[in-house]
């Protein structure tokens, strides 16, 4: 089981397959219970051993724990089982170090909800009762009739679990052919539990199989039979491979395209970790071409295309979610995507152009937006038309989801046009956007009593002020309550910052070298990060303050890089003896490796180095160096080369430029997982911290506060900072020393909460 290597030091090796629980990383050995190689430590029992020896499932994994496992031990086990669900767990007591009784067995279960092994000796006469189908003995039913003995062991199943396979032993009888029909009236009776009562779901996805097994007969690679002769749960890795399919992203157009086609009369959707709806659950289609939900526990349910209205559709539009489509006849297929679409300037990556409209947020076949595209169709002028979906509810309002929100903003910036923003529902964040920051009009429906209204408002509103229809004036008045239009950058300057990717930049700085390197174009890059600040700088229209301390308010963090880069690549086109130097870049493949003094002119291809990520060359280096190591060594060079500014041209201010830019491009951000550290984000923490110290000579006011923000660094990067601080803060400023030491014993103390 591979993923036991993601916590090697809770666990080591005691056999093949068997794994026996050592030290919890962050508790001392006294509080935890040790195996017999540890001196001073008691032994656990023999038999104990030979318990996981004998229950552990033929292609998983034992693991000896205490039988009272910490909360942290607790959920290690539910994210393995999650993970691949092949495994048994043998306790021990905590007082004897020997095996457990049925009846402690059984309670420990119950609040692990995992499968266990069992002595034979536990169960026969006095022991307690234990419900029908929980306990499963090692040997099979004909060999202990041959011999007539009891089981040598069992293994304890979880209520759940066995719940799940009885649902599941009812498709073994009556007559009626795999169907939709069929799957109906299976689901109809319902009410199979899947949860234990703290709602852990075992890892076990036995239901989705039902409805797999009810519609179209035995998987793929997985037959009925032999999912009910298991003992273990069945994962979701477990589920896809019984499909023989690997699941894949896919826009919700294309799977309901395949629907409406004909190709697909399923589809399995595992929707993302933090999707409302996190979980998996299939979509069906009936001999009538509807839609319905499907999860094996519950009757079938029509599925109702509208995230805002259904969570469970939710997860359809979420562009984490992964698919298995599955045809007529139960095979599962990968459908013909579209190719990627090119990108356009001044349209976000997550938007749709139907004539003078922009669409943002989920695209189907949504009423609300029928509706509104009908009313928009009449009016002269670019939209921006949002499908709210919302977010996580602040003490500050509603919120949009993160990716409509940086979707919202991106369009307004490059599209200093647009006037007017549309949404399908009200949403306190859409309204700070669009009105606070950007300075257009908002329209946004609203209830007065029972009777819906349009609400207008924009930077040049004293309130907001209602209509009874979009067409009848309201889009017209919007128009006039915006701020007028400012002038955009040129196209040349707008091919460069409306690049999704840093990758993108470094392309287009490439291709167009010649023309951007000018002091033209530097005085009006200067020029946009100057108005984007004094944006920020103007009066709030909601609360108190300027614009910038509203919560909801998005600095650009990446204007400031794209003008350090064009100056950068100045400097270095004026210097008279750069010609034929090759590019400064990292010289060594480790963090610690001692760092030269750079000699020369840095010339762009360093920042972009960063920014990119630019693999390094293991022939040069003499080892290969990993992906995150090597956006480290990047870092490295960029901050070595602030130690000699007058001979890199390099300054510190320049730097933090570039470090808070990166992945905070539009196409980088759309990229990211939930739920994924800002490691980025806390890298540029700690240089910020680092320039104030240059700016004001010593520790900024409350740099502890700002370090404790950041989601905390791995300790790859604590190691990082740690050389850092020591070999080359301290000598360009040696009298901030102390300060500077505190300030990596405070990196060096960090929780370590994001890992790599």
Not at 4 to 13: N, Q, R
């Amino acid at each position: 089981m591979e993923v036991l290597a993601d916590c090697p030091e809770w666990f080591t090796l005691a056999g093949l397959g068997v794994f026996v629980y050592q030290n919890e990383p962050g508790r001392s050995p006294s509080a935890t219970v040790m195996d017999g190689n540890n001196s001073g430590s008691r032994v656990i029992d023999s038999q104990v051993y030979d318990l996981a020896r004998q229950t552990r499932p033929p292609a998983g994994v034992a693991l000896i724990i205490p039988d009272q496992p910490s909360e942290s031990l607790r959920a290690y086990l539910h994210d393995l089982v999650a993970a691949d669900g092949q495994l048994v767990v043998v306790p021990f007591s905590s007082r004897t170090f020997g095996l457990l009784d049925l009846t402690g067995a059984v309670r420990l279960q119950d609040r692990l909800g995992i499968v266990m092994g069992v002595p034979g000796s536990a169960v026969g006469e006095g022991a307690p009762t234990v419900p029908e189908g929980r306990l499963v003995p090692i040997e099979s039913a004909e060999k202990l009739g041959t011999t007539g003995r009891s089981a040598t062991a069992y293994r304890l199943l979880p209520d759940a679990l066995v719940a799940n396979r009885q649902k599941l032993g009812e498709l073994t009888t009556g007559t009626q052919p795999p169907s939709v029909a069929k799957l109906a009236s299976y689901s109809a009776t319902g009410g199979s539990p899947t949860a234990g009562g703290d709602g852990f779901v075992a890892g076990d996805l036995t239901p989705l199989a039902g409805v797999y097994y009810a519609t179209f007969g035995d998987l793929p690679q997985l037959p009925l039979a032999e999912l009910l002769a298991s003992t273990s749960p069945l994962s979701r890795t477990g589920l896809n491979a019984a499909l023989g399919w690997e699941p894949r992203p896919m826009p919700l157009a294309n799977v309901l395209q395949e629907f409406k086609s004909g190709r697909a009369s399923a589809a399995l959707v595992h929707a993302s970790s933090e999707s409302r709806t996190a979980g998996s659950l299939w979509m069906v289609m009936d001999h009538a071409g509807r839609l319905g939900w499907a999860n094996g526990t519950q009757p079938v349910a029509s599925v109702v295309l509208d995230g805002a209205v259904d969570e469970r559709a939710a997860s359809l539009e979420d562009p984490h979610s992964e698919f298995v489509l599955v045809g007529p006849e139960g095979l599962p297929y990968g459908p013909e995507l579209p190719p990627e679409p090119t990108w356009t300037p001044r349209l976000s990556a997550n938007a749709r152009r139907r004539g003078d409209t922009i669409l943002l947020g989920p695209d189907g076949p949504y009423a609300a937006t029928k509706e509104i595209m009908a009313k928009l169709a009449s009016h002269d002028g670019p939209v921006v038309l949002v499908n709210v979906r919302r977010g996580v509810r602040s003490k500050h309002g509603s919120t949009l989801d993160e990716l409509t929100a940086n979707s919202l903003h991106h369009v307004l910036e490059k599209n200093p046009a647009i006037s007017v923003v549309v949404a399908t529902e009200d949403n306190d964040q859409l309204k700070s956007i669009v009105v606070n920051q950007h300075g257009r009009s908002s329209v946004q429906p609203t209830m007065l009593g029972f009777e819906r209204f349009w609400a207008v408002e924009g930077p040049r509103s004293s309130y907001p002020e209602q209509y009874q229809s979009l067409t009848g004036g309201a889009l017209a008045r919007a128009v006039a309550l915006a701020d007028k239009p400012k002038a955009g950058p040129s196209d040349l300057v707008a091919g460069l910052i409306n690049q999704p990717t840093w990758k993108g930049v470094e392309s287009y700085l490439e291709q167009h070298s010649s023309e951007l390197l000018t002091r033209e174009v530097l005085r009006e890059l200067t020029h946009l990060v100057s108005v984007s600040a004094a944006n920020g700088e103007r009066p709030s229209r909601f609360g108190v303050g300027q614009v910038k301390d509203h919560p909801f308010y998005r600095p650009n963090l990446t204007l400031e890089a794209h003008r350090a880069l064009i100056e950068q690549g100045l400097r270095a086109k004026e210097d008279p003896e750069l010609g034929g130097e090759r590019p400064l870049e990292p010289q060594h493949a480790s963090l610690m490796d001692a760092i030269e003094p750079h000699t020369q002119t840095a010339d762009p291809s360093l920042f972009l180095g960063y920014l990119t990520s630019r693999p390094l060359d293991a022939a040069r280096l003499g080892q290969p160096v990993g992906d995150y190591v090597t956006g480290l060594l990047w870092l490295r060079e960029l901050l070595q080369a602030t130690r000699n500014p007058e001979v890199t041209k390099v300054h510190l201010a320049d730097v933090l430029a570039v470090v808070r830019a990166k992945g905070e491009l539009e196409g980088e951000r759309a990229a990211r997982r939930p739920g994924q550290p800002e490691i980025f984000r806390a890298h540029a923490a700690m240089v910020a911290v680092i320039a104030d110290f240059e700016r004001v000579g010593r520790a900024p006011a409350g740099w502890r506060e700002r370090l404790k923000a950041t989601d905390c660094l791995t300790g790859t990067d604590r190691v990082f900072w740690h050389f850092m601080i020591s070999n080359v803060f301290v000598p360009m400023f040696p009298e901030g020393k102390a300060e500077l030491r505190s300030i990596r014993e405070f990196m060096a103390a960090c929780h370590d909460k994001a890992g790599v």
